[in-house]
């Protein structure tokens, strides 16, 4: 780790020595440029500024391809061709075409000022994408057999996002057809249209059943990322292998003779909304609580999430829901991908929305609760977390980090807003998957609430939004996701009916 944390540090040193910032007269970076040492007749600044810094054994030859490469970025981020390429547009000239995405996954996308494009729908998954699928999947196996006894899970659920699949190439695509043991052959113009199974000895572990819901945008972006998953998941079904090494075929079976349908049918799992329409709709119900008991919440989502994809006859989207609550009522995980550091857990309501933990609880029959998982693949070293694990790290880096509170109220009025919008995301996750411990919202309480100043302070920016965080916290404790003294309730409700009276003018 220390080595790591050197190179790390040496990386800064020399970039820092690569580039000149110029700040205005409040202090701030007004402008960034890369000092231009070959003009100033210095070689290989990068390699002085590490000697400087006390990194004297280092390989210039070795290193070289490094800094390099840093230097082309960098040169790519300090571009500016905002307003030379919007010129040209309104001239009616050509404009620069190139990729959208994250330009920490691919350089590429900067410049900005170009025209645009996502990718060939046709090329995904990429193979960097199946590689970094590959340590995704190996590591929630791995967690789920630790804390299950070292035994396989045999079915997981899997939510799948368009725009997500668009910045990492196919990351969670590639994940359910590995889980499957399943393999995408590109051709030789890199257009993913092949599937070869896996060999069991190859793969060294069961073929697991993959749930997947799509997004109602993956569902329009990606119409034929979903004849492959179909066409994956079915040629699983249909390999002659011990089912006890082969969880897909050994589901499949049992739901073709449970229900009357044939091995094909039965191994359906590709499952979105009935075409133009989107989301579960279990996001609304939850921000404006118009929800009395979960399994409201959960009838909503088997309605709105069960048509069923068929490679067989791809022009069709039917509702199946028997055939997608059958399926569902063998997950032993559920799991999500967070791919971006701009949106987490609780930033949006669509994470929530999605996820069929509690649905999958209720379905199973034998009382056991599915585990929960989420990949953080922001960085180059995936992690895979619990989702209580996740919640507790958006709540501590976020909601409850006097940092982002503040930096958020700066903005006033919207600041506020941002901050109740959060605190009801994060009652979400109690409600869909009881992912939400006690101590966050009695710390969020204690925070806001209970510190005079800082209620007074919220009250004053926006009364409007203050009154939803009050509504909120009576509401998670109403609903019995939060367990508080009486003495916390009582100024609760008094300070709904402050706050009331001040919106209507009362007083």
Same mark, same amino acid.
């Given at each position: 780790?220390?080595?790591?944390?050197?190179?790390?540090?040496?990386?800064?040193?020399?970039?820092?020595?690569?580039?000149?910032? =110029? #700040?205005? @007269?409040?202090?701030?970076? $007004?402008?960034?440029?890369?000092?231009?040492?070959?003009? &100033?007749?210095?070689?290989?600044?990068?390699?002085?500024?590490?000697?400087?810094?006390?990194?004297?054994?280092?390989?210039?030859?070795?290193?070289?391809?490094?800094?390099?490469? &840093?230097?082309?970025?960098?040169?790519?981020?300090?571009?500016?061709?905002?307003?030379?390429?919007?010129?040209?547009? *309104?001239?009616?000239?050509?404009?620069?075409?190139?990729?959208?995405?994250?330009?920490?996954?691919?350089?590429?996308?900067?410049?900005?000022?170009?025209?645009?494009?996502?990718?060939?729908?046709?090329?995904?998954?990429?193979?960097? +994408?199946?590689?970094?699928?590959?340590?995704?999947?190996?590591?929630?196996?791995?967690?789920?057999?630790?804390?299950?006894?070292?035994?396989?899970?045999?079915?997981?659920?899997?939510?799948?996002?368009?725009?997500?699949?668009?910045?990492?190439?196919?990351?969670?695509?590639?994940? /359910?057809?590995?889980? +499957?043991?399943?393999?995408?052959?590109?051709?030789?113009?890199?257009?993913?249209?092949?599937?070869?199974?896996?060999?069991?000895?190859?793969?060294?572990?069961?073929?697991?059943?993959?749930?997947?819901?799509?997004?109602?945008?993956?569902?329009?972006?990606?119409?034929?990322?979903?004849?492959?998953?179909?066409?994956?998941?079915?040629?699983?079904?249909? @390999?002659?292998?011990?089912?006890?090494?082969?969880?897909?075929?050994?589901?499949?079976?049992?739901?073709?003779?449970?229900?009357?349908?044939?091995?094909?049918?039965?191994?359906?799992?590709?499952?979105?909304?009935? $075409?133009?329409?989107?989301?579960? !709709?279990?996001?609304?119900?939850?921000?404006?609580?118009?929800?009395?008991?979960?399994?409201?919440?959960?009838?909503?989502?088997?309605?709105?999430?069960?048509?069923?994809?068929?490679?067989?006859?791809?022009?069709?989207?039917? =509702?199946? %829901?028997?055939?997608?609550?059958?399926?569902?009522?063998? /997950?032993?995980?559920t799991f999500q991908n967070l791919d971006s550091s701009e949106i987490s857990l609780t930033d949006v309501s669509h994470?929530?929305?999605?996820?069929?933990?509690? /649905?999958?609880? !209720?379905?199973?029959?034998?009382?056991?609760?599915?585990?929960?998982?989420?990949?953080?693949?922001?960085?180059?070293?995936?992690?895979?977390?619990?989702?209580?694990?996740?919640?507790?790290?958006? #709540?501590?880096?976020? *909601?409850?980090?006097?940092?982002?509170?503040?930096?958020?109220?700066?903005?006033?009025?919207?600041?506020?807003?941002? *901050?109740?919008?959060?605190?009801?995301?994060?009652?979400?996750? $109690? @409600?869909?998957?009881?992912?939400?411990?006690?101590?966050?919202?009695?710390?969020?309480?204690?925070?806001?609430?209970?510190?005079?100043?800082?209620?007074? %302070?919220?009250?004053?920016? !926006?009364?409007? $939004?203050?009154?939803?965080? /009050?509504?909120?916290?009576?509401?998670?404790?109403?609903?019995?996701?939060?367990?508080?003294?009486?003495? !916390?309730?009582?100024?609760?409700?008094?300070?709904? =009916?402050?706050?009331?009276?001040?919106?209507?003018?009362?007083?």
């Amino acid at each position: 780790m220390q080595l790591l944390y050197d190179i790390n540090q040496a990386i800064r040193v020399a970039v820092a020595a690569m580039v000149k910032e =110029q #700040t205005d @007269a409040d202090g701030r970076v $007004s402008k960034v440029t890369k000092l231009n040492f070959f003009n &100033l007749g210095r070689k290989e600044p990068w390699i002085e500024a590490l000697h400087q810094a006390g990194y004297s054994k280092v390989d210039p030859e070795v290193i070289k391809p490094l800094f390099e490469y &840093l230097e082309f970025c960098l040169k790519q981020v300090i571009a500016d061709n905002e307003l030379g390429a919007l010129l040209k547009a *309104l001239e009616g000239e050509y404009v620069l075409p190139g990729p959208g995405g994250d330009p920490i996954r691919n350089p590429d996308v900067l410049p900005t000022g170009k025209n645009i494009h996502a990718l060939d729908p046709q090329s995904i998954p990429t193979s960097a +994408a199946v590689q970094s699928a590959q340590i995704v999947v190996d590591r929630l196996i791995a967690r789920q057999r630790a804390e299950n006894g070292g035994q396989y899970p045999e079915t997981i659920a899997f939510v799948l996002w368009g725009t997500d699949n668009i910045k990492t190439y196919g990351e969670s695509l590639a994940q /359910v057809m590995l889980l +499957a043991g399943v393999r995408p052959v590109p051709d030789a113009l890199g257009r993913v249209n092949k599937l070869e199974l896996i060999p069991l000895a190859e793969l060294g572990r069961p073929r697991i059943d993959v749930i997947v819901n799509c997004s109602g945008v993956f569902r329009d972006l990606f119409i034929n990322q979903m004849n492959l998953l179909d066409r994956a998941i079915k040629m699983a079904a249909e @390999a002659n292998e011990p089912i006890a090494m082969n969880f897909v075929r050994k589901h499949a079976l049992k739901q073709a003779e449970d229900m009357g349908i044939n091995l094909r049918q039965a191994a359906t799992r590709v499952f979105s909304n009935a $075409s133009g329409s989107y989301a579960a !709709n279990v996001n609304l119900a939850v921000e404006n609580s118009t929800w009395e008991s979960e399994t409201e919440l959960q009838d909503m989502y088997l309605t709105r999430k069960s048509f069923a994809f068929n490679s067989d006859n791809p022009g069709m989207m039917d =509702q199946s %829901r028997s055939l997608f609550e059958a399926a569902l009522k063998t /997950v032993d995980v559920t799991f999500q991908n967070l791919d971006s550091s701009e949106i987490s857990l609780t930033d949006v309501s669509h994470y929530f929305d999605s996820d069929p933990t509690k /649905v999958v609880a !209720n379905l199973r029959g034998d009382g056991k609760t599915p585990a929960a998982f989420i990949a953080d693949t922001t960085t180059a070293n995936a992690q895979v977390r619990t989702l209580s694990e996740t919640v507790r790290l958006d #709540t501590r880096t976020k *909601l409850l980090n006097p940092k982002w509170y503040e930096g958020m109220l700066s903005h006033g009025y919207e600041g506020v807003r941002e *901050l109740s919008k959060r605190l009801v995301n994060t009652m979400g996750w $109690s @409600a869909t998957a009881g992912a939400v411990d006690n101590w966050i919202y009695e710390d969020t309480n204690t925070t806001f609430i209970k510190d005079e100043a800082m209620r007074n %302070r919220l009250l004053n920016l !926006n009364p409007h $939004s203050f009154r939803k965080v /009050v509504s909120t916290l009576l509401e998670v404790h109403g609903r019995g996701y939060w367990e508080t003294s009486d003495s !916390n309730l009582q100024l609760l409700r008094e300070l709904y =009916q402050e706050v009331e009276d001040r919106i209507e003018g009362v007083g």
